[in-house]
């Protein structure tokens, strides 16, 4: 990709660094009065989250990296990959294990999921922020509790474990917020 | 962006401003040093490696276009030559690129000229005039402290700059996190200090760092009792700049050296050259007096005067809405 002067950075733009795609989230000037201007930028690693902050020369220049990120369905998994389609292109890409990493247990088919793209592969998938999965084990002998003090760990399809209230019980549908891996409601039908 | 036309500044502040303007005045009215009005477009730019100018189209016939000053310097320069004596000029300059929380890219200049003054008296000209805006802001103005470039190094840094090496300063910037390509020795002490000697002055104090490397000097006197160092002097309030004085060379041959050595940086590090002034260095081979002077940014003063985190803050509009 392109070779980018750092005077130019701006929030959201994405660089290539050790091979691996970082996305800008700050930028700022240190420049003397007289004297050389430094950019300090603090930037996310796309697939570990890390925060970095780097400062260089205002003159230097670093790499862009190729990445868009779009919306695909999820369709199904093989084993080997994981398979999404463009909601309107219908155009089918297979997403690797390591791309879809931990989120797997989130993925209900049809869902719709934000794909990274760098280089044009998938990189990093990103489910909703709200999945309803089904519970399908649980502890089911304490009853009875109804304060919502206590917890205990449900395991739901997709083998997702999250803790939910003493109350809820096998075979019912939870609203999970995916981000955090926290028990959000019941859904009723 | 739907409301970019609106003014981002209280207009309690613009009146702020205004009253700054007239308390600068007032001063200088009263220590007799005249306000002068100079071109902001010139036929000459600025050669220091490290700012950058607007050009646009020529405005005479000796001249193939036309430079937005980066500071009134020149001009107050042959106003001095030609014996004004004592003057000041308040004015908006303009610096490419310059754009942080603390820049704006067009911004609002004092410059002024003390003749017969060396750079300790102006110092204590600029610690005169700021205790008389801070009153009339009724804000306190506390102690003055003075550093040198050196000293402000060996007590933040515990670095001699005596005997430190390029490397070794490299491998400091390293360690405080720079990350980019190799610096040169002034580069590695700019970023030094900016980010490690800046941030750290006295929070209560205006500072004064002095005898700045002469590698650094821009348009000061090279120190006669240690050529090592120059006449330069920047002014900090909480560890903000807001100002950079020099005790002036006066002697238009070094000058003249200057703007090539400056050039011929620029053009190593695929810049482009600036055309020199050639008017100030014929007025000053006529004489130049002996003087001291010093660059103030107001909307800066301003800011630190209103407690203000962002230079925005001041501004009637920026350069993203102006």
């Not at chain 2, 702020?16 to 100079?38: C, D, W």
């Not at chain 2, 348009?219 to 120059?230: E, R, V, Y």
């Not at chain 2, 055309?275 to 003063?301: F, K």
């Amino acid at each position: 990709m392109a070779n980018v002067g750092i005077n130019e950075f701006k929030n959201g733009m994405k660089l290539l660094i050790n091979n691996e795609p970082w996305n800008i989230t700050d930028v700022d000037m240190v420049k003397p009065g007289k004297g050389q201007a430094f950019t300090r930028i603090k930037i996310k690693n796309l697939k570990t989250g890390r925060v970095v902050d780097k400062t260089c020369k205002s003159t230097d220049k670093m790499q862009t990296a190729d990445v868009m990120e779009t919306d695909y369905q999820y369709l199904y998994a093989d084993g080997e990959y994981y398979y999404f389609m463009h909601p309107e292109t219908y155009e089918q890409i297979e997403a690797s294990k390591e791309s879809v990493g931990d989120n797997a247990k989130w993925l209900l088919e049809e869902s719709m999921c934000t794909v990274t793209l760098f280089n044009e592969e998938p990189y990093v998938v990103v489910p909703p922020n709200f999945v309803n999965l089904k519970i399908v084990d649980t502890d089911p002998g304490l009853k009875g509790d109804t304060s919502g003090g206590g917890g205990k760990p449900a395991t739901l399809e997709g083998g997702a474990v999250v803790q939910i209230p003493l109350f809820v019980q096998i075979g019912e549908v939870i609203k999970v917020d995916t981000r955090t891996g926290e028990y959000c409601s019941r859904v009723k039908d | 962006m739907n409301s970019d036309w609106k003014s981002q500044c209280p207009l309690q502040t613009l009146k702020q401003r205004a009253f700054l303007m007239s308390k600068i005045r007032e001063y200088f009215a009263h220590h007799n040093v005249l306000e002068v009005e100079t071109p902001i477009l010139s036929s000459a730019g600025n050669t220091d490696v490290n700012i950058e100018s607007f050009t646009s189209q020529s405005i005479n016939l000796d001249c193939s276009k036309s430079y937005l000053r980066t500071s009134p310097e020149f001009p107050l320069k042959r106003l001095l030559c030609s014996g004004i004596g004592d003057i000041f000029e308040i004015g908006k300059v303009f610096r490419k690129e310059e754009i942080s929380k603390t820049h704006n890219i067009e911004f609002t200049m004092l410059e002024w000229y003390r003749v017969d003054f060396d750079y300790k008296q102006l110092i204590q000209d600029v610690i005169d005039l700021l205790k008389f805006i801070f009153s009339a802001f009724s804000q306190p103005f506390e102690n003055v402290e003075t550093l040198t470039f050196n000293q402000s190094f060996q007590q933040f840094l515990s670095i001699d700059l005596s005997l430190v090496t390029d490397t070794q300063l490299n491998t400091y910037c390293a360690n405080f996190g720079y990350s980019g390509s190799q610096l040169s020795r002034d580069e590695a002490l700019d970023f030094l200090f900016a980010t490690q000697i800046q941030t750290k002055l006295n929070k209560e104090n205006l500072t004064f760092i002095t005898l700045y490397p002469a590698s650094q000097a821009a348009l000061s006197q090279i120190n006669p009792h240690d050529p090592s160092t120059s006449l330069r002097f920047e002014v900090f309030y909480r560890g903000q700049e807001l100002g950079n004085g020099y005790q002036e060379l006066t002697d238009s041959q070094e000058l003249l050296e200057r703007f090539k050595v400056d050039n011929q940086k620029r053009q190593t590090q695929g810049k482009q050259m600036v055309d020199v002034d050639c008017r100030l260095l014929a007025t000053m081979e006529n004489g130049m007096p002996a003087c001291s002077g010093i660059a103030v940014g107001l909307d800066r003063l301003l800011m630190v005067l209103l407690g203000c985190k962002t230079i925005e803050e001041v501004l009637s509009f920026n350069a993203g809405n102006s």
